[in-house]
């Protein structure tokens, strides 16, 4: 087995502590795997044993070969253990905005990462099945990736990326049938997405999103739904909410305000949208996932 994950679990909260990026740990699970939450994108890849697996889209029952994203800020967890093998890969959202950016205008990239794991109700989770040779070669960038751990990031920066960008390829392309896969990603979507992840506390509305873009309204719903399965708003919702569950987890700012800084100052409609996506109060996900050891980077430069 692997040496233990560069990440801390305080409480029922994960996060990285020694200023990793990415990493990739091959682990055993026996009986009950505790419900936690994460503040960075994980993917679990099952090579051996059973168990089920436990989360806001009910209980999944595993197999070799499935692999579970989920999106920072999902609660989860395993059950029923019995010599479940899993290969985890987490990576920190600072990669996921920066050297990973690119990924939003690729068809498969950016419905695995970005909008796959929102569309259908899945709430931050997308599940598929690696088998045969794509399990093969996943598992030999997951074992590239677990080596290395042992060396400096600031030296393999490239190198961890790199074995990181063939996994989710691989990953990616598992989740559509041969012949499948989505056209070319429409430009406006993806400055769409970078105008709305850009300034995620503005009062947007389809209109002024479309003015900016120099489209229709119409026109731009019809196009990102296309992309994303989702129309503009939605993805917009699924982004504030994710903001929101990070201050909760790593700030004590009141939870009205921040309400205010994603975009949602009426403070019953913040506490619908957030149940509505995870499933309980945001004091109840602050009280059950909290920690106030790890500052890790946020979402936005959105200030408190």
């Not at 990285?16 to 682990?27: C, E, M, N, Q, R």
């Not at 890969?89 to 794991?117: I, K, V």
């Not at 105008?195 to 009062?203: S, T």
Request: aromatic residues 8%.
């Amino acid at each position: 087995m692997s040496a233990p994950p560069p990440v801390d679990n305080t409480r029922s909260m994960l996060h990285f502590i020694d200023g990793s990026v990415a990493y990739a740990g091959h682990y055993l699970h026996e009986g009950v795997h505790e419900t936690h939450t994460h503040s960075f994108v994980e993917i679990a890849v099952v090579v051996g044993g059973s168990g089920t697996h436990h989360s806001l889209s009910g209980r999944r029952r595993l197999e070799v070969g499935d692999a579970i994203l989920l999106r920072p800020g999902v609660w989860h967890g395993y059950e029923e253990c019995r010599g479940l093998d899993l290969y985890n890969c987490c990576f920190s959202t600072e990669l996921l905005q920066r050297e990973l950016a690119w990924m939003r205008g690729d068809p498969m990239l950016g419905y695995l990462l970005w909008t796959g794991p929102y569309s259908d109700r899945r709430r931050g989770i997308l599940t598929t099945r690696l088998t045969g040779d794509a399990l093969a070669e996943s598992l030999t960038h997951l074992d590239a990736l677990d080596r290395l751990r042992a060396l400096p990031v600031a030296l393999h920066r490239g190198d961890i990326i790199g074995r990181l960008a063939l996994f989710l390829s691989h990953l990616a392309r598992s989740v559509f049938d041969v012949g499948a896969a989505p056209g070319r990603t429409h430009p406006a979507v993806t400055r769409a997405m970078h105008l709305l992840e850009e300034r995620p506390a503005y009062a947007w509305s389809l209109t002024a999103l479309a003015d900016a873009l120099h489209l229709t309204p119409g026109h731009l719903v019809r196009v990102f739904k296309t992309a994303t399965g989702l129309p503009p708003m939605a993805y917009l919702n699924r982004h504030r909410v994710e903001i929101a569950a990070d201050r909760l987890l790593h700030t004590d700012t009141p939870i009205g305000r921040i309400g205010e800084l994603v975009g949602w100052p009426d403070p019953n409609y913040f506490a619908r949208r957030f149940r509505a996506h995870y499933g309980m109060s945001a004091s109840a996900y602050r009280a059950r996932f909290t920690h106030r050891v790890a500052k890790l980077r946020t979402f936005t430069g959105i200030d408190a």
